[in-house]
């Protein structure tokens, strides 16, 4: 169970980077069009706002990696990074719909995975 949580979050990780590179304009695809708004179109962040919004994103993807890699290495700061994580997580998934509508599902799992390991012991 260790293992699958530690990909789970490695996985979410890689998947908040999208939201690095399409505002950064590093790469866009059909299914992820470069856009400075947020909250469905209805705010337009600018360039500018839109690149801020892309280094939260990736801030979460480093961060995702690396509570990932603390799992695995059972370091004991592992769970409380988990949790803030996804504590932060929902706030780009949530502003950047309907594009990361699956990411709010993710953290839902995720947050019940972490939750409901540690307590019963299945992630020792």
Same mark, same amino acid.
């Given at each position: 169970m260790r293992w699958l949580l530690a990909g789970l979050l490695i996985a979410h990780g890689i998947a908040h980077v999208v939201g690095f590179v399409v505002p950064w304009k590093i790469l866009t695809s059909k299914e992820?069009?470069?856009? #400075?708004?947020?909250?469905?179109?209805s705010v337009d962040l600018g360039e500018t706002g839109a690149r801020l919004m892309g280094r939260m994103w990736l801030g979460v993807a480093v961060g995702f990696a690396i509570a990932g890699a603390g799992l695995l290495a059972r370091a004991s700061w592992w769970y409380g990074a988990a949790l803030a994580l996804v504590s932060v997580s929902v706030a780009p998934c949530v502003v950047g719909r309907p594009d990361s509508r699956l990411g709010i599902l993710a953290n839902a799992v995720i947050l019940a995975v972490v939750i409901t390991g #540690?307590? !019963?012991?299945? !992630?020792?």
């Open positions: 992820m069009p470069y856009r #400075t708004t947020i909250l469905a179109s #540690t307590r !019963l012991g299945w !992630l020792v």
